[in-house]
C-alpha cells in the first residue's frame, strides 16, 4: 500500500491498511490510522498524529513547524481526527509552546485547495474552508462552520459553530454562533437560517435563534442590556445558551 517511491521514516507509524502515494515524504513522529489515503508529493512531519480514513491530495503540507518567528524548535504537535479531506495545497502547521502546544483538527472537515490552518487553532466537526481560506494563529472554530473562497479569520479570533463567513471576509472579531458575517472588516448580516434547515433545526429554534439575533444586532441595546434578555430566553429556548455563552467568553469582542 506504500508505493516504492515514497519516503517514510523509520520513526513514523503507519497503518498497514494506509495508501501512499510516489513520491510523498512521511516523517518521524508521525502516526497515521487505518484507511488514510496519501497522494503523491504530500509532505507530513510530526510530531502530528492522524486518524482514520481521511484523504491527503497532492502537494499538502501537513505538521510542518508553525510561522512564528518566536519559534525555536520546541517539541509541538498536530493531532487529526477521522474523515477529513485535505485538497491540494493545504498547508497545516503544529502549535506553539506560547499556547496549548497543539494544533488541533476534528473529524469530518473539508480543507479545500490552498486553505492553511496556522499554529495553535482549535478545529471542531464538519468544518468546510473553500480555497484559500485562511486561519491565523490560535482561532478557534465551532462544528459546522463554513469559510467562504479567500475569507481570513485574525489570530487568537473565535468563530462560533454553524456560523457562515462569506467569501473574501476579513474576520478581525469574535463571530458568534449560527450568524453569517461579511465584508472587510466582517460585520454580522443576517442568520445562517440554510445551514441551521439542513442541520435539522426546527423552524421554532431558528425562529428563536432570529429573536436572539435582533435583540443582539438591531434592539438598540447596549451589550449588557442585550445579554440580561438573552439569558431569560436561553431559560426555555436551549438554543440560544451557545449563543450567550459564546458572548460572554468573547476576548476579542463580537462582531457588530
Known amino acids: 500500500m506504500?508505493?516504492?517511491?515514497?519516503?517514510?521514516?523509520?520513526?513514523?507509524?503507519?497503518?498497514?491498511?494506509?495508501?501512499i502515494g510516489p513520491y510523498s515524504v512521511i516523517g518521524a513522529g508521525v502516526s497515521i490510522g487505518k484507511g488514510t489515503r496519501i497522494g503523491p508529493h504530500a509532505v507530513i512531519n510530526g510530531p502530528t498524529r492522524i486518524g482514520c480514513d481521511n484523504r491527503i491530495f497532492q502537494f499538502a503540507s501537513i505538521g510542518?513547524?508553525?510561522?512564528?518567528?518566536?519559534?525555536?524548535?520546541e517539541p509541538t504537535?498536530?493531532?487529526?481526527?477521522?474523515?477529513?479531506?485535505?485538497?491540494?495545497?493545504?498547508?497545516?502547521?503544529?502549535?506553539?509552546?506560547?499556547?496549548?502546544?497543539?494544533?488541533?483538527?476534528?473529524?469530518?472537515?473539508?480543507?479545500m485547495s490552498y486553505a492553511h490552518v496556522a499554529h495553535d487553532c482549535q478545529l471542531g466537526d464538519q468544518i468546510v474552508m473553500?480555497?484559500?481560506?485562511?486561519?491565523?494563529?490560535h482561532v478557534e472554530v465551532g462544528d459546522w462552520v463554513i469559510?467562504?473562497?479567500?475569507?481570513?479569520?485574525?489570530?487568537?479570533?473565535k468563530i462560533g459553530a454553524h456560523c457562515f463567513i462569506?467569501?473574501?471576509?476579513?474576520?478581525?472579531?469574535?463571530?458568534?454562533?449560527?450568524?453569517?458575517?461579511?465584508?472587510?472588516?466582517?460585520?454580522?448580516?443576517?442568520?445562517?437560517?440554510?445551514?441551521?434547515?439542513?442541520r435539522g433545526f426546527t423552524p421554532a429554534q431558528i425562529l428563536n435563534i432570529r429573536r436572539a439575533y435582533r435583540t443582539l444586532y438591531r434592539s438598540g441595546l447596549k451589550l449588557a442590556e442585550a445579554l440580561e434578555r438573552l439569558d431569560e430566553a436561553a431559560r426555555d429556548q436551549p438554543e440560544i445558551a451557545p449563543?450567550?455563552?459564546?458572548?460572554?467568553?468573547?476576548?476579542?469582542?463580537?462582531?457588530?
Open 130 to 137: 473553500a480555497n484559500c481560506a485562511t486561519l491565523g494563529g
Open 2 to 19: 506504500i508505493d516504492s517511491r515514497a519516503i517514510v521514516s523509520a520513526q513514523a507509524e503507519i497503518d498497514v491498511d494506509v495508501e
Open 64 to 73: 510542518d513547524a508553525p510561522q512564528d518567528k518566536k519559534y525555536r524548535g
Open 166 to 198: 462569506g467569501n473574501n471576509a476579513a474576520v478581525t472579531r469574535d463571530v458568534p454562533p449560527y450568524v453569517m458575517a461579511i465584508g472587510q472588516p466582517a460585520v454580522p448580516h443576517s442568520v445562517n437560517s440554510e445551514g441551521l434547515k439542513r
Open 77 to 111: 504537535r498536530l493531532e487529526i481526527g477521522d474523515r477529513n479531506v485535505f485538497r491540494e495545497f493545504v498547508t497545516v502547521n503544529r502549535g506553539t509552546t506560547h499556547d496549548r502546544g497543539v494544533t488541533r483538527i476534528g473529524n469530518d472537515n473539508l480543507m
Open 243 to 256: 449563543f450567550v455563552s459564546f458572548i460572554r467568553r468573547s476576548s476579542r469582542s463580537i462582531v457588530r
Open 147 to 157: 469559510f467562504g473562497g479567500l475569507s481570513a479569520v485574525h489570530q487568537f479570533t
